[in-house]
């Protein structure tokens, strides 16, 4: 095996290893000794290949990210009528984020610590969303007179959080409501049906 490709090996096994107790302990409560103990490997490997916690969670968020905003970006500029829209991004966002359950926590995190140096990483690696063209599209809709009056950003905002924050709030979500992890994946598959038909009827006129 090519070194380059033993260092590809390892790296992915490294961020496998990572993805695991990042579920299991979030990025506040991750070890880098947990992440080598999980990847079979010793501390100072570990450390070779990336250098601290954070470096190791931009890997694995950029990823995620990139899995994330090409199916986003083709549903907003798609020619599809605006209820495809809203259920092709619903359940897009759920199935990556269910794979990647501590995500939202890490970029609020991070946006709240340094909004201006997240965004420029981000921006810089990967092409972001843009929300204008479904935002107008909504507004045509309202003109048209095919949904109910409606803020488009309000709209925007409604099913952005509405999808992220389950997420968000998922620790105390299990410990009050005494849901395991899989009672969890199942309810929010099940979201990705129930919410976007949620959004969609309030829209009918």
């Known amino acids: 095996m090519s070194k380059r490709l033993k260092d590809e090996t390892s790296e992915e096994k490294i961020l496998e290893a990572a993805r695991r107790v990042f579920l299991q302990k979030g990025m506040a409560g991750a070890r880098m000794q947990e992440i080598a103990d999980e990847a079979g490997i010793n501390k100072a490997l570990l450390h070779y290949y990336f250098r601290n916690k954070e470096l190791l969670f931009d890997r694995i968020f950029?990823?995620?990210?990139?899995?994330?905003?090409?199916k986003v970006v083709t549903i907003l500029d798609a020619d599809l009528p605006l209820f495809e829209k809203i259920e092709g991004f619903i359940s897009s966002y759920i199935d990556v984020m269910s794979?990647?359950?501590?995500?939202?926590?890490?970029?609020?995190?991070?946006?709240?610590r340094d909004p201006e140096g997240f965004y420029k990483r981000i921006s810089g690696e990967l092409k972001l969303p843009r929300p204008e063209k479904f935002l107008m599209q909504i507004d045509q809709e309202v003109k048209l007179g095919n949904i109910r009056p409606v803020s488009p950003l309000q709209l925007f905002m409604n099913i952005l959080s509405g999808t992220v924050f389950p997420f968000i709030a998922k620790p105390l979500f299990q410990m009050h409501i005494g849901v395991d992890e899989f009672q969890f994946r199942q309810f929010m598959l099940q979201r990705k049906t129930e919410f976007a038909r949620f959004v969609i009827d309030a829209l009918r006129k």
Request: no cysteine; glycine share 0%; net charge negative.
């Open 62 to 70: 950029t990823q995620a990210a990139a899995k994330l905003f090409p």
């Open 99 to 112: 794979e990647n359950p501590y995500l939202p926590l890490f970029v609020l995190n991070e946006v709240h």
